[in-house]
């Protein structure tokens, strides 16, 4: 009888360790020189998890200031954020003399949410527009899938059980994006070699295929995103 207890006790306290990852809003505004806003998703707490996966999201938001080459990179954002502030003071008094008409203030704006979360996959999108004084933001998103034990990125290859019929999967789905969203889309089909984007993302309704502009082949500035539903993408799935 007094076995069975102890096991019945050393069950209960292993379901109370049992971490459940909680988020918050990470945030940093400044208007002093260069505009800079920053609200990206913050585990909670000291588990392994939630380190790993602040430290993640904070490195994507330190590589998007990270702009001035010369300069060692930064890996902290309050760092990394007074050194994009310092490198447009730098610029505009190094041109100043040059110009017949105020430089534009450069911008950085970097936000991030939580799109998916059970427990064994977290997905984060995460958003970067850094604009320098050109017509037009350089903007990045990329998709995060974490453990949710352990906070480790889960390479596309273990989400999915057939990447090659996942692929083509995709595929059918970008051809019908394409042919929609564009006059041209089928010389377009025809003249690109298709690739899976860099990341894909995951929400409550299904997957999240996102293809930044430079990822397309072809000449365009614009993104292409869609959604396949879990109806259709969970025989594809491993979880």
């Not at 050194?83 to 008094?93: C, H, L, P, R, T």
Request: aromatic fraction near 12%; charged fraction near 20%; glycine fraction near 4%.
């Amino acid at each position: 009888m007094l076995r069975y207890i102890y096991f019945f006790f050393i069950l209960l306290t292993s379901c109370k360790k049992e971490v459940v990852l909680k988020f918050s809003d990470r945030t940093l505004f400044s208007e002093k020189n260069a505009i800079i806003s920053i609200i990206i998703p913050e585990v909670q707490g000291n588990s392994l998890a939630a380190k790993n996966i602040n430290k993640i999201l904070e490195r994507f938001a330190c590589n998007a200031l990270n702009i001035d080459a010369s300069k060692t990179p930064q890996f902290l954002i309050e760092k990394s954020a007074k050194q994009f502030d310092a490198s447009y003071i730098g610029f505009k008094k190094q041109i100043s003399n040059e110009l017949s008409q105020e430089l534009p203030v450069w911008e950085a704006n970097i936000d991030g949410e939580l799109t998916y979360k059970n427990e064994t996959i977290i997905s984060v999108a995460m958003n970067s527009s850094i604009n320098t004084g050109s017509a037009k933001n350089n903007l990045k998103i990329k998709f995060f899938n974490f453990n949710a034990s352990t906070g480790e990125i889960i390479d596309v290859k273990n989400i999915v059980n057939d990447l090659n019929a996942f692929k083509q999967l995709v595929k059918k789905y970008y051809d019908k994006e394409l042919l929609t969203k564009y006059t041209n889309g089928q010389s377009l089909i025809e003249s690109t070699n298709f690739k899976l984007p860099e990341s894909i993302g995951f929400s409550n309704d299904g997957v999240i295929i996102f293809y930044n502009s430079y990822e397309l082949l072809m000449p365009s500035t614009e993104t292409l995103e869609f959604m396949i539903p879990y109806e259709i993408a969970n025989n594809y799935l491993t979880f």
